[in-house]
């Protein structure tokens, strides 16, 4: 589904409470996940929720799109791919979007640090950096 048809047509009007977790899919990653997930219960958030690969019964960019324009916060995980150490391309993909379509305070942005920087298109935005476990 192209971005702009689907929040043509598919943007609810009231948000989700939820955090939206933008991040690789990678199994390592999992265990990242959870800890982001158990904080945002704690925050007062239903849930995190992160799209993952291997989506069954629907179209993975549609819940991808859902999640950016439909839940109340978002956070995208800059970090180094496990596969690919630069930031994930998808992940910055999704970033556009978001910052498209939603206000800064809507979103957090964070990345471990490495000697890899952001990529140059991101760069203005701020973002969190953190060492070792999150």
């Known amino acids: 589904m192209y971005p702009k048809h689907f929040f043509e ?4 009007s009231e ?3 939820q955090l939206f977790v933008c991040m690789p899919f990678d199994p390592s990653l999992d265990d990242k996940f959870s800890l982001i997930d158990r904080v945002a219960r704690e925050l007062g958030f239903e849930c995190a929720k992160r ?4 989506l069954v019964g ?9 999640g950016i324009g439909n839940s109340r916060t978002l956070l995208f995980d800059l970090s180094d791919d496990p596969k690919s ?3 994930n391309h998808n992940v910055v993909y999704e970033l556009g979007i978001g910052t498209a ?4 305070d809507d979103m957090l942005l964070v990345k471990m640090k490495s000697e890899n920087k952001v990529p140059f298109n991101v760069r203005h935005l701020r973002y969190n950096e953190y060492e070792g476990n999150l």
Do not use: H, M, T
């Open 9 to 12: 047509n598919y943007w609810a």
């Open 15 to 17: 948000q989700k409470n």
């Open 51 to 54: 799209v993952k690969e291997g």
């Open 58 to 66: 629907g179209d993975l960019l549609q819940e991808i799109l859902d």
């Open 85 to 87: 150490n630069i930031s």
């Open 101 to 104: 379509i939603r206000e800064p």
